[in-house]
């Protein structure tokens, strides 16, 4: 078998010797002859021989090598049907960029030009404001904030009743005062005032969510390590049936989308189909009557 190649299975390999646990004394030796004797007794030749089976097994050949004689290694890969055409009606509809998110997103609510580290402190701030927040009323509480000078430091020194009205009316506001403290003084205390730099630290925040830690690692960061999912996304894959199987949580619809989606999609994937749930997929009563994906859409044939 050539040096350049990966054999894919695995095969048990016994000890010629093995040592007892308790650490005793090893067994005696059995001379040869009997072992050749009783082999001959056991393996006489019956009536009924099984057949030799022949272990069909295929290679993987390494970066920069080929072997003729190796098997190509065949992955299957499932993808929705027409996913292609769903995704360009999709963008087709999306081309104005005029949904709430393209003006009102996480990439729009910092301060341009405070420094690279408060930069990156308001847009995790903006995240977790938003979780169930519209993006308006995200953007009004991030005003807000950013007037009186929105820092790791200044929102430490702001008591919980004037963080509580300055981010009031965002969903479950009074837990969200109590995470944005915590998560500030970690900050402070152990990134000396920066936010984390990977989805692993993120998540370990107080009221940081995976779909947070995937969007801070792009705006903030410019690094793409996963696809952010959020209730739109996590609807509209159901709907088209861009997942195997239902998925019942967005981080479900994530693990799903990032089996067949292309990587070079990932970054563009959130924002695209947040604002079409925003204008077309609603949650209730969606315009499938507007949407160049009705004829292909799963759903809205059901309806």
Known sequence: ???????????????PRTRPRGGGEEPASIPRREVAAEGRKKHRPGKCQQKTQRLHVAYEALD???????????????????WQQQLANIRTMRSKKDAPVDQLGAE?????????????????????????????????????????GLTVDSILQTDDST????????????????????TSAILQQHYDGDIPASVAELVALPGVGPKMAHLAM???????????????????????????RPTKSPEATRAALEEWLPRELWSEINGLLVGFGQQTCLPVHPRCQACLNQALCPTAQGL
């Open 163 to 182: 963080l509580g009205e300055l981010i009031y009316p965002v969903g479950f506001w009074r837990s969200k005062v109590k995470f944005i403290k915590q």
């Open 1 to 15: 078998m050539s040096a350049g190649l990966r054999m894919l299975t695995r095969s048990r390999s016994r000890s």
């Open 64 to 82: 920069g090598e080929k072997d003729e004689g190796a098997e190509p290694l065949k992955v299957s890969t499932w993808e929705p049907q027409r």
């Open 218 to 244: 792009a705006v903030a960061w410019g690094t793409i390590s996963g696809i952010a999912v959020d209730t739109h996304v996590h609807r509209i894959a159901n709907r088209l049936r861009w997942t195997q």
């Open 108 to 148: 729009h609510c910092y301060d341009p030009s405070a420094p690279p580290k408060v930069r990156r402190y308001q847009v995790l701030l903006s995240l977790m404001l938003s979780s169930q927040t519209k993006d308006q009323v995200t953007a009004g509480a991030m005003q807000r904030l950013r007037a009186r």
